[in-house]
């Protein structure tokens, strides 16, 4: 009976032994074991080659200083810095109180011009109705006359032949003195009436030579030109007072974003001073000048690495000057970079880099990410994916500074620990050194 109580203490005692061991060996593992806090960096393909570098500013591919064209106070500001606006879009109105009048007033003087040449072209038609009813008298007159000269002219020949035929019968004795003074008498008569004749049928000649030209003066209608040209003067006031009335009006002359509104409600403006930018910066452009010895080293087309505040991007060569700068002697470039998200501002500042030529991608790591072997050539990492880091050897290429290109073991887009490295095993759970 005490044997197998005596069984029953000892298993009940090395139980609780057990357990304590096992509690005290957990215990030991979770203090020899912490989470450490590392820091990672990207696997990234590129170019390992560092090329030409070169200092540029960042603008809008569209970019735009909006100047008023008149002088005036500013009524209002319809828009507000970073808001979008389309072609036409209204930026500022200014105080149109002073030219609102000066538009009426043209109105009013067109509306009077064109009254008038109404009347004149009334007046002018009846003035050519009239000259040509003068003409066609006159080509009457001229007709009469001709009839009456054509008359006056048989009846002189004919007192002329009365005249020798009483001559001839006076010196054959048919005929008295008498008969031939009578005849002579005669021809005096018809001699006067042929001038009169043709007197008349001068002055009628005359007459239809100036109804003629009273005619063609009408038909120029100098009067109704004169009209016509006041109504064209009216319109040309009145488009200029239309004009003076939409330039109270400042309206975006492209779109993009509005980047800066160097006025305020009641400052006066006057023409060409500007009152607005407009950016657009979708895509952006990195303006850079290369120096004459490396201006055949870039090509439109060209990738290159563009780095603003410590972020990478990439870009594409967009344009070049065929010209140099006549105070820096540099040729400007131009490089275009995607920005949908808008991080890119006008004016600020860039790195841009202008990768070899024969430069081919391939796959490097910072250098601080790298822990050497002693096999030249070798080393190992420590790839961190979902909390955990795996070492991982790695064979390597070239190495810089500050980058060290891997030739196998690494894929784009892994994440490598560059911190903390040297204190991890394969399999260390581990947390990043910013949650």
Same mark, same amino acid.
């Given at each position: 009976m005490n044997h197998h109580r005596y069984r029953r203490y000892v298993l009940i005692g090395f139980i609780l032994l057990a357990s304590g061991c096992s509690s005290t060996i957990e215990t030991g593992m979770s203090q020899e074991m912490p989470v450490r806090a590392v820091a990672v960096a990207d696997v990234t393909e590129g170019v390992f080659d560092e090329g030409l570098t070169f200092s540029g500013v960042i603008k809008g591919h569209v970019e735009v200083a909006v100047a008023s064209k008149s002088s005036g106070r500013i009524e209002r500001i319809a828009v507000q810095v970073g808001q979008r606006v389309k072609p036409g879009d209204l930026l500022i109105q200014l105080d149109a109180k002073d030219v609102q009048p000066q538009l009426a007033q043209a109105e009013a003087a067109l509306k009077v011009a064109e009254a008038g040449k109404e009347s004149t072209t009334a007046q002018s038609t009846q003035q050519v109705l009239s000259a040509e009813q003068n003409v066609k008298q006159a080509e009457e007159g001229v007709r009469q006359a001709e009839k009456g000269l054509e008359a006056a002219q048989g009846a002189y020949e004919l007192a002329q032949k009365n005249l020798e035929r009483q001559r001839a019968l006076l010196e054959s004795g048919l005929a008295s003195a008498i008969d031939v003074e009578q005849a002579e008498n005669s021809v005096r008569q018809a001699e006067a009436g042929l001038q009169q004749a043709q007197s008349a049928h001068a002055n009628a000649l005359q007459a239809l030579k100036v109804a003629q030209e009273n005619l063609n003066f009408a038909k120029e209608r100098i009067a109704l030109k004169t009209a016509e040209? &006041?109504? @064209? &003067?009216?319109? #040309? #006031? /009145?488009? #200029? $007072?239309?004009? &003076? /009335?939409?330039? *109270?009006?400042?309206? #975006? !002359?492209? +779109? +993009?974003?509005?980047? =800066?509104? !160097? $006025?305020?409600? +009641? @400052? *006066?403006? =006057?023409? &060409? =001073?500007?009152?607005a930018t407009i950016v657009d910066l979708h895509p952006a452009i990195v303006e850079v000048e290369l120096p004459e010895q490396v201006y055949h080293q870039v090509t439109v087309g060209d990738p290159v690495d563009v780095v603003v505040q410590e972020e990478k991007m990439q870009g594409i060569v967009s344009a070049k000057n065929l010209t140099a700068d006549q105070r820096t002697k540099g040729y400007l470039v131009k490089i275009e970079v995607s920005n949908p998200e808008g991080r890119l501002a006008s004016g600020m500042s860039a790195q841009v880099t202008i990768l070899p030529k024969d430069a081919k991608p391939t796959i490097f790591i910072p250098a601080e990410a790298y822990m050497a072997s002693e096999k030249v050539g070798e080393g190992r990492v420590m790839v961190y994916a979902d909390g955990v880091v795996h070492e991982r050897w790695i064979t390597i290429g070239r190495q810089s500074s500050a980058s060290v290109e891997v030739i196998s073991g690494l894929k784009s887009g892994e994440k490598v620990v560059v911190k903390g490295q040297y204190l991890l095993r394969d399999g260390d759970r581990v947390r990043l050194a910013d949650e």
């Open positions: 040209a &006041q109504v @064209e &003067q009216a319109k #040309a #006031a /009145l488009d #200029a $007072a239309r004009r &003076q /009335l939409d330039a *109270m009006r400042i309206t #975006a !002359p492209v +779109g +993009g974003v509005v980047a =800066s509104l !160097p $006025a305020n409600v +009641g @400052e *006066m403006v =006057s023409p &060409q =001073s500007t009152v």
